[in-house]
């Protein structure tokens, strides 16, 4: 009757490793997908700051012309009226 009794508490303990081992094995499985996946994450974050950047990089480069060609616009524009006014002058004096 002892032997039975310790017999039935080994096989539930050996039951209970084995789960706990399959248990453990499925979270280190688990784990190293996770793992994978942040690394995979970290990789493509990384990328999206670079093209950032660039893209920050370009804007700026963008504004830059694009106030140089308001300020050379305006200066043109003058210069056009300017060329207006003389003529007008040219012609008066005719």
């Given at each position: 009757?002892?032997?039975?009794?310790?017999?039935?508490?080994?096989?539930?303990?050996?039951?209970?490793?084995?789960?706990?081992?399959?248990?453990?094995?499925?979270?280190?499985?688990?784990?190293?997908?996770?793992?994978?996946?942040k690394?995979?994450?970290?990789?493509?974050?990384?990328?999206?700051?670079?093209?950032?950047?660039?893209?920050?990089?370009?804007i700026?480069?963008?504004?830059?012309?694009?106030?140089?060609?308001?300020?050379?616009?305006?200066?043109?524009?003058?210069?056009?009226?300017?060329?207006?006014?003389l003529e007008?002058?040219?012609e008066?004096?005719?």
């Amino acid at each position: 009757m002892e032997t039975k009794r310790a017999l039935k508490k080994l096989t539930l303990l050996e039951e209970r490793i084995s789960q706990t081992t399959e248990r453990f094995s499925h979270l280190q499985d688990r784990y190293e997908a996770l793992q994978k996946q942040k690394s995979f994450l970290e990789r493509e974050l990384d990328d999206l700051r670079s093209a950032n950047q660039e893209l920050n990089q370009r804007i700026h480069h963008l504004k830059s012309t694009n106030e140089e060609n308001q300020s050379s616009f305006n200066k043109e524009e003058v210069r056009k009226r300017i060329d207006r006014v003389l003529e007008k002058l040219g012609e008066l004096q005719l």
